[in-house]
Nanobody, 120 residues
Framework: QVQLVEAGGGLVQPGGSLRLSCAVSGVIFGLDVMGWYRQGPGKERELVASIIRDSTDGRGNYADSVKGRFTISRDNAKNTVSLQMNSLKPEDTAVYYC???????????WGQGTQVTVSS
């Protein structure tokens, strides 16, 4: 099994920054993609950013709504994935979920979610 534990959510004013982190433990072998999703009030869960776990360039893929403001990164030695969120907007308010996908196991693993609230 794989366990994901998130940290770093909270309340921030518009224009502020937060950094989310996710620690991955358990059966690490065979994990392919790491990412962050979010679900805002009354909205469906959406992909925010993802990164290939074994990529050499470390580039992430981003939803259009967060490009230029959010940066995803991973540290394979520590088995962590992080999301740096800058220039936060009220519409970024959501529960953010860490996700890890294994293609070989055809399985998605999820964290418990962490609340991010952007409000003045």
């Amino acid at each position: 099994q794989v366990q994901l534990v998130e940290a770093g959510g909270g309340l921030v004013q518009p224009g502020g920054s937060l950094r989310l982190s996710c620690a991955v433990s358990g059966v690490i072998f065979g994990l392919d993609v790491m990412g962050w999703y979010r679900q805002g009030p009354g909205k469906e869960r959406e992909l925010v950013a993802s990164i290939i776990r074994d990529s050499t360039d470390g580039r992430g893929n981003y939803a259009d709504s967060v490009k230029g403001r959010f940066t995803i990164s991973r540290d394979n030695a520590k088995n962590t994935v992080s999301l740096q969120m800058n220039s936060l907007k009220p519409e970024d308010t959501a529960v953010y979920y860490c996700n890890v996908r294994s293609f070989s196991r055809r399985t998605d693993y999820w964290g418990q979610g962490t609340q991010v609230t952007v409000s003045s």
